[in-house]
C-alpha cells in the first residue's frame, strides 16, 4: 500500500514539475516577447521622430539655403555660402535615419562590435553578482546605521 501511494506521489510530483517547467518556459517566452515588442515600438518611434525633424528641418535648410545664396550673390560674398555645408550634412544624416540604410549600417555595425570587439562591451569588475550586491547593501546599511 506505502508503495502504490509513494509512486503515486512521484508521478504527481514529476507531473507538478514539469507543468511548473513548462509554465516557466510561457512566461519567458511571453517576456522575450514583450521586450522585443516594446524595442520595435521604440525603434518606430525614433525613426517617425526623425522623419517628422526631417520635414521641419528640410524647410529651413530650403529657406536658408536660398537666403544665403541671394546673399551671396547680391552682396558678391561667397562666404555666405558656408553655413550650407554643415547644414547640408544635417539634412543628409536626418534623412538616411529616416528613409535611408543608416539603421541597418548601424544594426551591423552593432553585430560586428557584439562578434569582434566583445572585450570592449566588459564592465568594469566584471559582471555585477548578488555577492558583490550583498556586500554593498551591507556597507551602506552599516553607513546608516553608524551615524
Same mark, same amino acid.
Given at each position: 500500500?506505502?508503495?502504490?501511494?509513494?509512486?503515486?506521489? $512521484? =508521478?504527481?510530483?514529476?507531473? /507538478?514539475?514539469?507543468?511548473?517547467?513548462?509554465?516557466? %518556459?510561457?512566461? @519567458?517566452?511571453?517576456?522575450? &516577447?514583450?521586450? $522585443? =515588442?516594446?524595442?520595435?515600438? /521604440?525603434?518606430?518611434?525614433?525613426?517617425?521622430?526623425? %522623419?517628422?525633424? @526631417?520635414?521641419?528641418?528640410? &524647410?529651413?535648410?530650403?529657406?536658408?539655403?536660398?537666403?544665403?545664396?541671394?546673399?551671396?550673390?547680391?552682396?558678391?560674398?561667397?562666404?555666405?555660402?558656408?553655413?550650407?555645408?554643415?547644414?547640408?550634412?544635417?539634412?543628409?544624416?536626418?534623412?538616411?535615419?529616416?528613409?535611408?540604410?543608416?539603421?541597418?549600417?548601424?544594426?551591423?555595425?552593432?553585430?560586428?562590435?557584439?562578434?569582434?570587439?566583445?572585450?570592449?562591451?566588459?564592465?568594469?569588475?566584471?559582471?555585477?553578482?548578488?555577492?558583490?550586491?550583498?556586500?554593498?547593501?551591507?556597507?551602506?546599511?552599516?553607513?546608516?546605521?553608524?551615524?
Amino acid at each position: 500500500m506505502g508503495f502504490i501511494f509513494s509512486k503515486s506521489m $512521484n =508521478e504527481n510530483m514529476k507531473n /507538478q514539475q514539469e507543468f511548473m517547467l513548462m509554465n516557466a %518556459r510561457l512566461q @519567458l517566452e511571453r517576456q522575450l &516577447t514583450m521586450q $522585443n =515588442e516594446m524595442r520595435e515600438r /521604440q525603434m518606430a518611434m525614433q525613426i517617425a521622430w526623425s %522623419r517628422e525633424f @526631417l520635414k521641419y528641418f528640410g &524647410t529651413f535648410f530650403g529657406i536658408a539655403a536660398i537666403s544665403l545664396t541671394a546673399g551671396a550673390l547680391k552682396r558678391k560674398k561667397p562666404a555666405f555660402l558656408f553655413p550650407i555645408v554643415p547644414l547640408g550634412f544635417v539634412l543628409t544624416y536626418q534623412y538616411d535615419l529616416g528613409y535611408g540604410t543608416l539603421l541597418q549600417r548601424m544594426k551591423g555595425e552593432a553585430e560586428n562590435i557584439l562578434e569582434t570587439e566583445k572585450s570592449k562591451l566588459q564592465l568594469p569588475k566584471g559582471m555585477i553578482t548578488f555577492e558583490s550586491l550583498e556586500k554593498a547593501r551591507r556597507e551602506q546599511s552599516k553607513f546608516f546605521i553608524d551615524k
